[in-house]
């Protein structure tokens, strides 16, 4: 049973340029969440992907977007790099259907190995 | 606003022996999970355990135990007959159960075992 798995490992970009990181969820899960973790921090929440569309947004600009496709994988976008987008991107999948009781979800994030994101 | 606070920046013990992480979080919901992860320097963030917050009993796995006081809203975690291999970030955080999807984190702890 394959795990979350995320690809890139690591990429350099420069200032201003586009990056694609992309995840495939664990099998049987439905929900993809992307996390921002700078170096020494805790991570920090972007967005939600359920059924193909994004379901809650964290404090991150436009720049920051993302797309989940019919099996479920995901990808995030983020345009016009700036230094500050330097930090491991984490992927995490779950299974979480609004209107299932609480006892039958799981709600439980199981993370990918994430994509270590240089900006020069 | 909701927040996780974990107090020890860093805590180091030698091999066999049992450490506790503190962390205490601010919430007004009362439908929550509770959870520990650990960062490796591979990067890799691992669940270690998770607790309901409707659930009175504080949960185990192996080597691994919470003490859980709701009203106190302290989630602190044991590690028993600690390992070379428990060497990580140790990383608290909450997730509401019925909307606010994002899991909300603390800034970790650094635990080192020393053989």
């Known amino acids: 049973d394959a795990g979350v798995t995320q690809s890139p490992t690591h990429l350099i970009k420069t200032r201003g340029q586009q990056v694609t990181l992309r995840c495939s969820p664990k099998?049987?899960?439905?929900?993809v969440s992307w996390y921002q973790q700078a170096l020494g921090q805790g991570p920090q929440f972007i967005f939600q992907?359920?059924?193909?569309?994004?379901?809650q947004r964290g404090n991150f600009p436009d720049r920051f977007s993302g797309h989940q496709f019919p099996n479920y994988s995901s990808e995030l976008n983020v345009n016009a790099l700036l230094l500050g987008d330097s930090a491991l991107y984490l992927c995490?999948?779950?299974?979480?259907?609004?209107?299932?009781?609480?006892?039958?979800?799981?709600?439980?994030?199981?993370f990918g190995p994430g994509t270590r994101l240089t900006v020069l | 606003a909701q927040t996780v606070t974990q107090s020890q920046p860093e805590m180091s013990v030698q091999e066999a022996e049992t450490v506790t992480l503190s962390c205490t979080y601010d919430?007004?919901?009362?439908?929550?999970?509770l959870f520990w992860y650990k960062q490796p320097p591979s990067r890799q963030m691992i669940l270690v355990i998770r607790?309901?917050?409707?659930k009175q009993q504080n949960a185990t796995e192996n080597r691994f135990s919470v003490n859980f006081q709701k009203a106190a809203k302290s989630f602190s975690l044991k590690i028993s007959d600690s390992q070379l291999g428990d060497t990580a970030m140790y990383f608290c955080?909450?997730?509401?159960?019925?909307?606010?999807?994002?899991?909300?984190w603390g800034a970790g702890t650094k635990l080192i075992i020393k053989p």
């Open positions: 995490a999948s779950s299974s979480v259907s609004p209107g299932r009781a609480s006892a039958t979800r799981t709600d439980t994030q199981y």
């Open positions: 099998s049987g899960h439905d929900t």
């Open positions: 992907y359920y059924e193909e569309e994004e379901r």
């Open positions: 919430t007004s919901e009362n439908n929550y999970y």
């Open positions: 607790q309901e917050a409707y």
């Open positions: 955080a909450f997730l509401f159960i019925d909307s606010n999807y994002q899991l909300i």
